[in-house]
């Protein structure tokens, strides 16, 4: 199954941290996922890149707002073409795009009716190792500094990661403000939302 990460702080950190070491890994959720939406296919993978519709991609920078805006209509257009091409099988469009300071992350699907692939996010001041090897985000202030998103939590404490509800685009900001949009489409349905909410 494919899996998402994402990671963005204002220190390095060893990839190893992400992929392999947690005790929920990237490399565990993708061969024993608990969360997973179709099980009739427990291996699948799209890749659609250079898809986004940005006005001058020769451009460094971005605004967050102009990412989210080329992201909305890439959206669109996948889901003309879909439309064009009569396939009426629903698609799941989790994307991830950044220009190096600002992330843009969905979690989409092209239904009304059934949830979109998984989605989390979990920030703070560090990710981190403890004594007894599991992982953790650490709130040792008010500042942010670390933010992941990931299609699972990377570790097992619930209070660290916040789900990501359909249909819903987040916005990374360059000073680590992490702000959730709706994506109010023909596919996007306030009840779900709300339910998912409360």
Known sequence: ????????????????DLLTRPAHSIITQSVSCKLRVDLRRPMNGTLISNCINLDNPMRKRFTHNELREAMLKTIAQINKWLEEANVSEISLLNFAVTDGENVICTRYITSTTHEAATLFFSSGSKFTSEENGQYRMLKANKRESVVVVASEPLTYERM?????????????????????????DKHYTPEKRQSFLH
Do not use: H
């Open 1 to 16: 199954m494919c899996r998402m990460l994402v990671f963005k702080g204002e220190s390095p950190i060893l990839l190893a």
């Open 160 to 184: 660290d990661w916040m789900v990501v509800p359909t249909n819903t685009m987040i916005v990374i900001t360059s000073k680590f403000n992490v702000l959730q949009y709706p994506i109010i």
